[in-house]
């Protein structure tokens, strides 16, 4: 087989990897729900893609270089929207009155 073989196979796998990010983070950037979305999940994963393009820069291997950088651009994405909203979150929560924040307790005065 040649040598191309290798490359196609690798630049096919990393355009379906990279795209399998894209609903994802075209989802919760529309809708700014990440609450089902696990941030040490994306965590590991942004720290995986790290080493894979480090991995990729130190063998000289294009594919793995380029889609495990558009990887980590994509998953990082993710990772931002869902560490900004729990922000959001947790503040809102914060600012929300007593009576609200807790259902089953009775209001004195």
Excluded: H
């Excluded at 950037?29 to 991995?55: N, Q």
């Excluded at 994405?77 to 009775?106: F, V, Y």
């Amino acid at each position: 087989m040649g040598e191309w073989l290798p490359t196609i196979l690798a630049t096919v796998a990393g355009i379906l990897s990279t795209a399998s990010f894209v609903p994802q983070v075209l989802k919760a950037w529309r809708e700014r729900d990440t609450a089902a979305i696990s941030k040490r999940m994306y965590m590991v994963t942004v720290t995986a893609f790290i080493l894979w393009s480090a991995y990729g820069f130190m063998i000289g291997a294009m594919p793995l270089i380029v889609f495990n950088l558009l990887s980590l651009c994509l998953s990082g994405t993710i990772l931002a929207l869902k560490i900004r909203n729990d922000r959001q979150e947790n503040r809102a929560a914060k600012d929300a009155p007593a009576s609200r924040r807790e259902p089953g307790m009775a209001q004195s005065g």
